[in-house]
């Protein structure tokens, strides 16, 4: 997949640079070819000969070439690379980036890509959730560079969070499929994220803890394989996911089933990873429900439908239906059974019972369930690997049909 083809490496000054090594033996390897640009602290972490000898090309990081006086001309990188990320990219570079500053030849080449750019962050936990890093990013996503989630773990900083860059072999999966010719390409994908509310009267509602970020981070997944992306969204407070996806909100359980009737007969792929209300109240106050002399407030709850399953009936021969299964227990029979009642050709099912899977954790263990009762284990994986995971099995599903 890599192949000859020019990946640009942007190094910033991280301790997490060290990886980048290890992350440039592996591009090597797989027959890439490959130019470092450091930022000027990064050679306070790591230095240029590490990464000259190993890419076989100078490293770059001024302007002009101390030794020879030639100027390093940065358009020249930047059209010359099929491929520019930066990893590590520290909170600096991010908001210099995301500014548009030119104060190093790394932000100059940066200017002048016009080829996919995308950014690995490495920082400290309370640093990458700041404010100011958050719109940093989010203004970067808008400008079409793809932020490679960072994980959560141990920092230098001696904190434990969210901010140790991705692992090099991550890295090096991301790149490989962003040349890869997937056979999603144009394949239209509809995904729905997050939980649904329904409302009990103007300032309250029923909903659940779902965040949406399995939901985002595959449609970011089948953005960046090329299908046409859209996602259906309850209301959550993530940012918008990256990459060319049409997103539509919706709030109520009723929304959401409206929204996926209407797209579902275009699409060829339909991932239901929303956590949609099973029941919402009978009856909607308009009024604020006042307290009353009543110790108890009774609730009448009615179900709401079951978009899936509808969806199931009438789904098409060449259609791929998925569907989401979050269990409490190890109720895989449970799944199974959901797999079969709603005519799916696979299911992810997760068991709260599993350490760092359910709503509001950043990582997520799966099994896939298919009709033929094949299922395929993972291990706990970040949720961006994890809907990785699943575009490639989704991707082997469309090969052979
Ligand atoms: N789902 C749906 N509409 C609903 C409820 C669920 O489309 N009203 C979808 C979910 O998006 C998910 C799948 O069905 O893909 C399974 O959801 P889950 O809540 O696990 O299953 P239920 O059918 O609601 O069964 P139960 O709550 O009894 O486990």
Known sequence: MLKNKKILLGVCGSIAAYKSTLLLRELIKEGAEVKVVFSPSASQFVTPLTFSTLSK???????????????????????????????PATARTISNFSH????????????SARCKVALAPAMDA????????QKNLQSLREQGITIIPPGTGELASGLTGEGRMAEPEELLKFLQNEFRKSPLSKKKVLITAGPTH??????RYLGNNSTGTMGYRLAEVFARRNSSVTLISGPVSLEKPNGNIR???????????????????????????????DFKPAHYSSNKIK??????????????PDILAELGEKKKKNQILIGFALESGKNISYAK?????KKLDMLVYNTLDDKGSGFGKSTNKIT?????GKEKLFPLKKKAEVAEDIADEVEGMVRNT
């Open 291 to 304: 307290k009353n002399e009543s110790e108890t407030l009774q609730l009448t709850l009615v179900k709401n």
């Open 337 to 341: 059974e959901k797999l079969k009642r």
């Open 247 to 277: 997103c539509l909100n919706v709030v109520s359980a009723e929304e959401m089933k409206n929204a996926c009737l209407r797209e579902f007969p275009e699409q060829d792929i339909v991932i239901m990873s929303a956590a949609v209300a």
């Open 57 to 87: 090309n100078p490293v770059y990081t001024e302007f002009t070439d101390a030794k020879s006086n030639v100027w390093v001309n940065h358009v020249e990188l930047g059209l010359w690379a099929d491929y520019f990320l930066i990893a």
């Open 198 to 203: 329904e409302a009990i009267d103007p300032v």
């Open 368 to 372: 896939l369930l298919f009709p033929d």
């Open 126 to 133: 309370d640093m990458f959730n700041h404010f100011s890093t």
């Open 100 to 111: 548009g500053n030119c104060d190093s030849l790394l932000c100059a080449v940066f200017l």
